[in-house]
C-alpha cells in the first residue's frame, strides 16, 4: 500500500516501516542497517554530537562571551487585545488566561504588553506592565495591581 495515498486520506499516523520482512520488502536481510561494525549490532546507541571520534563541532568552535540564558528571567506574555476573552469585572492573573487557553506558556511569571485595545474593564494582576499596556487598561476603567515575583501584591507608589 502506498504509504502517501494513506496519509492523505486523513489517516492519523503513517503506517511503520517494517524491517527484516525478506529481500522483496527492500529492508530485508541486514534491515537498513548496513554490513557489519558497531551500527549494524542490537544495543548499538550513540551520543549526541559524537562525530566518529573526529573532535566535534561543539569542541571545535571558540566559546566567546557572555550569555545569559542561565540566568535569564522568563515571563508568560500576553497582550491587551487577548483580554477580550473576558467579562466585565473579571480578575485576569497567570491562572485565569492559562484557564482560557489563551497562552500554552506556563511560567511562574506574567507579563502585559500594550499590542491592541482593551476594551473591557478588569483587574490586572502581573508582575510586569509595559508603559502602554498599563495605560490602555487605565483608559478603560480597569485597574492594574503589580505583584512581586512570589504573587503578593506591591505597595502603590
Do not use: W
Not at 522483496?24 to 551500527?39: E, P, Y
Not at 566535534?56 to 571558540?62: D, E, G, N, Q, V
Not at 500554552?104 to 508603559?131: D, I, W, Y
Amino acid at each position: 500500500m502506498d504509504l502517501s495515498i494513506v496519509c492523505s486520506k486523513g489517516v492519523a499516523y503513517k503506517t511503520r516501516k517494517r524491517i527484516g520482512r525478506g529481500i522483496g520488502s527492500g529492508s530485508g536481510k541486514t534491515s537498513g542497517r548496513g554490513h557489519k561494525g558497531q551500527g549494524s549490532r542490537s544495543g548499538y546507541s550513540r551520543a549526541p554530537g559524537f562525530e566518529g571520534g573526529q573532535m566535534p563541532i561543539y569542541r571545535r568552535m571558540p566559546k566567546r562571551g557572555f550569555t545569559n540564558a542561565r540566568f535569564r528571567t522568563d515571563y508568560t506574555v500576553i497582550n491587551v487585545n487577548d483580554f477580550d476573552a473576558f467579562e466585565d469585572g473579571a480578575t485576569v492573573d497567570l491562572e485565569a488566561v492559562i484557564n482560557h487557553g489563551l497562552v500554552s506558556l506556563n511560567t511562574p511569571l506574567l507579563k502585559v504588553l500594550g499590542n491592541g485595545e482593551c476594551g473591557r474593564k478588569l483587574t490586572v494582576r502581573a508582575q510586569k506592565f509595559s508603559k502602554s499596556a498599563k495605560e490602555k487598561i487605565e483608559a478603560a476603567g480597569g485597574s492594574v495591581v503589580l505583584l512581586d515575583n512570589k504573587g503578593r501584591e506591591l505597595q502603590a507608589e
